[in-house]
């Protein structure tokens, strides 16, 4: 048996994932495309690539660690979700988050350490997950 190769994004997917973020999601009049830090975007990218696990465990990375860098001065949330489902869609993986507004509320506690990682993974595998409470 083969293992089917995963294909991962790329520091520049990564940035055009916020500028798409940032131009399709406006929330804030002062939103900002600008990258703080290249350094760690390419830090997710690599750990990403070494990280063990499947593709829902590497996915699930890539969406809190997008989250808790915050590499960009605005869009981290909203271009963590992106990259997520993009890293599934490019790998032929089910992405089963569905893309309502009520689920800020969930990046956020993700922000805040509220979800464990097998908590994050199975958000994306089946869609559901526990209401976040501030502590």
Known sequence: MTSKKIKYLTVHDMIEFNVMALSLIKTKKADKNEVLSYQKIREVVEECENLEGDI?????FLLKKMIKQHAFASGNRRTAFIVAKHFLVLNNANFNIKD?????????????NYYSDGEIKQWIQNGQIREFKRR
Do not use: V
């Not at 829902?56 to 699930?60: G, L, N, Q």
């Open 56 to 60: 829902y465990d590497k996915a699930a």
């Open 100 to 112: 309502e507004p009520e689920y800020a509320r969930i990046m956020t506690g993700i922000r805040e």
